[in-house]
């Protein structure tokens, strides 16, 4: 699963409403859908696969309990994949 893919599930997951990839930067809260081409029209970027504190509030949301697995040298970066991992998995079962 891409990056993309599981930042747009674990979203769903935690009940984000018009998100919308902005690419490796991650996702962003539309504040007004119907003007996604102009300036301040995208709310604060939400990464949790890149960012300690959203990945923290994505566990607390969906009430995680999760054991990291190996990714890389970064303890950091393989517990805000196994976050992301777990919330995207919540997100692909409400979509069935």
């Known amino acids: 699963m891409t990056d993309r893919e599981l930042l747009e599930l674990a979203a769903k997951a935690a009940g984000?409403?018009?998100v919308k990839w902005i690419?490796?930067?991650g996702m962003a809260e539309m504040i007004n859908p119907d003007k996604q081409s102009t300036t301040g029209s995208k709310g604060p970027i939400?990464?949790?696969l890149s960012d300690d504190a959203d990945a923290l509030r994505l566990?607390?949301?969906l009430n995680l309990s999760v054991q990291r697995y190996t990714y890389?040298?970064?303890r950091y970066a393989a517990m805000r994949r196994?976050?992301?991992r777990s919330a995207a998995e919540i997100g692909k079962r409400a979509s069935t």
């Open 82 to 84: 196994a976050i992301v």
């Open 16 to 18: 984000m409403k018009n």
């Open 23 to 25: 690419g490796g930067a």
């Open 59 to 61: 566990a607390v949301k």
């Open 72 to 74: 890389g040298n970064c």
């Open 46 to 48: 939400w990464n949790p």
